[in-house]
Nanobody, 118 residues
Framework: QVHFVESGGGLVQPGGSLRLSCAAS????????MAWYRQAPGKQRELVAS???????????SVKGRFTISRDNAKNTRGLTVYLQMNSVKPEDTAVYYC????????WGQGTQVIVYA
């Protein structure tokens, strides 16, 4: 079982930056690909970005060139931290951001709220 705790959200103006963190615990050594998702008010949760254990990344078209996903595998394999660097944010990036495996294997955490306002 794996568990996730997201942090780093907040209020930011358009064009600003924010860095989200995701602390994964449990059987993290079994995780191949981690991902960030987001859910805007009234919309379904969507995939934002993913990163493999080898560092290969993929992004939704809406964030490509603005967001960067990265991961830090703990040397003792007891933990895993995944980051989402958000640059040049837009009002449409407003959402609750969640992390999970790409296969959505773990229970969803509480997420971290990002609000982009003018």
């Amino acid at each position: 079982q794996v568990h996730f705790v997201e942090s780093g959200g907040g209020l930011v103006q358009p064009g600003g930056s924010l860095r989200l963190s995701c602390a994964a615990s449990g059987s993290t050594f079994t995780i191949a690909t981690m991902a960030w998702y987001r859910q805007a008010p009234g919309k379904q949760r969507e995939l934002v970005a993913s990163v493999t254990s080898g560092g290969t990344t993929n992004y939704a078209d809406s964030v490509k060139g603005r967001f960067t996903i990265s991961r830090d595998n703990a040397k003792n394999t007891r933990g895993l931290t995944v980051y989402l660097q958000m640059n040049s944010v837009k009002p449409e990036d407003t959402a609750v951001y969640y992390c999970n495996t790409l296969s959505q294997r773990g229970p969803w955490g509480q997420g971290t709220q990002v609000i982009v306002y003018a």
